[in-house]
């Protein structure tokens, strides 16, 4: 697009509150936005929006676009994509982030595709050229093994970004910025598929993708049964329990335990990894986690290369050792 400027984020606001996915996304595009001097925006959509374009504003948005309508009260993706279309040719930017979450994994691509342009997928870190206005995005590549830096050659330039890759900023209520009603013609008839069933999976104590203590198992845990050991190890440490693709694909444990390239994205503080040999397509899921603790008797295991700390032995004589350990720790 012509003249384009600023960084257009696209976030959502469930419930009225700012998602924490777009608390990430604006931490990113400040840092855009104060390298190249330009305005940092963020496309708000829903229905009933409350209080969340304030929140935008404290999180660091200069300008804050509430795209409403009442069709847009739940996720469809034929009526968040022609949202996201209409406010993009508004608003005009150089570049635009979007999230790569359940929604953005459909969303991305086809904004894209729509506005004929590429797209920086699964992005780890994105910067840009003062010089050019070129956005640099870096993207894993051969499951993980390396990571690439791409650009883009047209504008918008898009990247998805990886949940969990950056810390949102501050909340400095002190900030002032612009809120612009944006609301657009959209009609339900436009939708190319309907929702005819929703199914929720309750989920007891915290999320995976939220804990700051993750325990995952995997492979050479054997069976089903290790698992409750971990998620008492778990429930001691006030953290989560994961688990490595091999084991979700021997049924041992629910697919929303899965941590790596096809899983969850973790950044714990801790991350304590029992009987797992650390694939890179599992890395990929947790290479952000500041210290990573290793258990498993293989002592050429791929994961001590990746392991602050680690232990060769046998997880049945481990686990119960470290429990016994962190209860005496606890109770003192």
């Known amino acids: 697009m012509a003249d384009a400027t600023g960084i257009l984020v696209l976030g959502d606001a469930p419930a ?14 400040r840092t855009l936005a104060d390298t190249l001097g330009q305005e940092l925006s963020i496309g708000l959509i829903g229905s009933d929006l409350a209080n969340a374009p304030q929140q935008a504003i404290a999180h660091g948005a200069d ?4 795209v409403t309508n ?3 009260a739940d996720y469809h993706p034929d009526l968040f994509l022609s949202a996201m279309q209409t406010l993009a040719g508004e608003a005009n930017p150089n570049i635009i982030l979007i999230a790569r979450n359940n929604e953005g994994r459909e969303l991305a691509p086809r904004l894209a595709f ?15 050229d003062a010089s050019t206005g070129k956005l640099l995005a870096n993207r894993p590549v051969y499951g993980g093994s390396a990571v690439a830096v791409v650009s883009c050659n047209r504008t918008p330039q898009i990247a998805a970004i990886r949940p969990k890759t950056y810390e949102p900023l501050d909340a400095d209520a002190a900030r002032s910025g612009q809120v612009v009603a944006f609301p657009v013609e959209i009609d339900s008839s436009m939708a190319k598929t309907r929702v005819v069933d ?7 104590g915290i999320k995976l ?7 995952s198992g995997g492979r050479g845990l054997g069976g089903p049964e290790p698992f409750a050991q971990l998620e008492e190890l778990a429930n001691l440490l006030g953290g989560a329990v ?11 444990v629910p697919a929303n335990y899965q941590v790596g390239l096809t899983g969850k ?16 397509q599992h890395m990929a899921g947790c290479s952000g986690s500041k210290a990573i603790v290793a258990i498993n008797k293989d002592a050429d295991a791929n994961i001590f290369k990746d392991a602050r700390y680690g232990v060769v032995g046998d997880w049945e004589k481990v686990i119960p050792a470290l429990m016994e350990t962190v209860r005496e720790l606890t109770q003192s």
């Open 242 to 252: 994961g688990a490595s693709r091999a084991a979700v694909d021997s049924g041992w």
């Open 209 to 215: 993708e939220d804990a700051r203590i993750v325990v």
């Open 70 to 72: 009442p069709v847009l």
């Open 16 to 29: 009225g509150e700012l998602a924490a996915t777009a608390q990430e996304l604006l931490a990113a595009g």
């Open 114 to 128: 729509r506005l004929g342009v590429g797209l920086a997928q699964d992005c780890l870190e994105v910067s840009a």
């Open 63 to 66: 300008k804050v676009y509430s």
């Open 198 to 204: 929703v199914v929720k999976e309750e989920a007891e």
């Open 265 to 280: 994205t973790i950044t714990p503080d801790l991350y304590i990894t029992v009987a797992i040999s650390g694939a890179s």
